[in-house]
């Protein structure tokens, strides 16, 4: 018999990768305050966030395998949230033209049932060509990115915004790595593969 399985996100993005899988799950909103906690990497505010997430849908989903993922992007050192505005958006980009900037995306999947959990982060290294006033107004103007992380969806126009993307987990930087999860999923005897 196949056990539950919980994406425990309403994010659009997650969804649509996660069906990739071709694996039945659910949504849920996992109500989590995912403001960084002070002096928290990008990396460790992640990995927190996409734990809590599970452990607070834990109860609710008493026999399911709960996935729980965050993202969040450092410039120098400094995580960049959702910009939620456009001027914040022109800012983000702004500050991460002509530089690097590294985005953070932890999975972590907890079997209800047993309390194991297993989690592990990915890391996207993005280089930004040198964006002048002008190209940062017409990307804002085409496409709307003020709930994504660094201002810009590598999966439409943003992509026209690097120099260089390095990573290992081409997902990743749209918000679930798939070559994790799946192994994560593996980890508790869930393979998409049958």
Do not use: N, W
């Not at 309403?10 to 899988?21: A, N």
């Amino acid at each position: 018999m196949t056990r539950q399985l919980v994406l425990c996100s309403t994010s659009r993005y997650r969804r649509d990768l996660l069906s990739r899988l071709q694996l039945p799950f659910d949504c849920a909103a996992p109500h989590v305050d995912e403001s960084p906690l002070p002096e928290e990497t990008a990396a460790a505010l992640t990995e927190r966030l996409a734990q809590a997430k599970t452990q607070v849908l834990a109860q609710r989903y008493p026999d399911a395998l709960l996935i729980g993922s965050d993202q969040a992007a450092s410039l120098d050192g400094h995580i960049l949230g959702k910009p939620g505005s456009r001027e914040r958006a022109f800012a983000q980009l702004q500050a991460a033209s002509g530089h690097e900037v590294e985005f953070h995306t932890a999975v972590a999947v907890l079997d209800t049932a047993s309390g194991h959990h297993h989690s592990a982060r990915d890391v996207t290294r993005v280089r930004f060509r040198v964006l002048t006033d002008r190209d940062i107004a017409h990307y804002l103007d085409r496409e709307s990115a003020l709930d994504c992380a660094g201002s810009f969806k590598c999966e439409g126009l943003g992509i026209s915004l690097f120099d260089a993307i390095d990573s290992r987990d081409p997902t990743a930087l749209v918000g679930l790595p798939l070559i994790v999860t799946t192994r994560l999923l593996r980890s508790f005897g869930l393979d998409p593969l049958g």
